[in-house]
Nanobody, 117 residues
């Protein structure tokens, strides 16, 4: 089976930085798009950023200029560098990976990011 292991969440002050990592392991398969979603009690799960296997990125408007998504294909790992964090960024962040062929979708377990003074 394929597992996505997330790390890097935690508590940070407004204006601070944090880097999330998500590593895919298990069965060997070709990974297409990798991305990060976040969810809060008051909002549904929303796309934060995504990156294709070719390096094309997409961001939700609220994080543009502050967050950077990247990937290491050799390690099957996706990262989310979060700078200038705001309290509104507080959420559970989920890694999402889409495979090739049958296009399976895998989700990470989620990691809590809390931005507070």
């Amino acid at each position: 089976q394929v597992q996505l292991v997330e790390s890097g969440g935690g508590l940070v002050q407004p204006g601070g930085s944090l880097r999330l990592s998500c590593a895919a392991s298990g069965s060997i398969f070709t990974i297409n798009t990798m991305g990060w979603y976040r969810q809060t009690p008051g909002n549904g799960r929303e796309l934060v950023a995504s990156i294709t296997r070719g390096g094309i990125t997409d961001y939700t408007d609220s994080v543009k200029g502050r967050f950077t998504i990247s990937r290491d294909n050799a390690k099957n790992t996706v990262y989310l560098q979060m700078d200038s964090l705001k309290p509104d960024d507080t959420a559970v962040y989920y890694c999402r990976v889409t495979g090739a062929f049958t296009r399976p979708v895998y989700w990470g377990q989620g990691t809590q990011v809390t931005v507070s003074s």
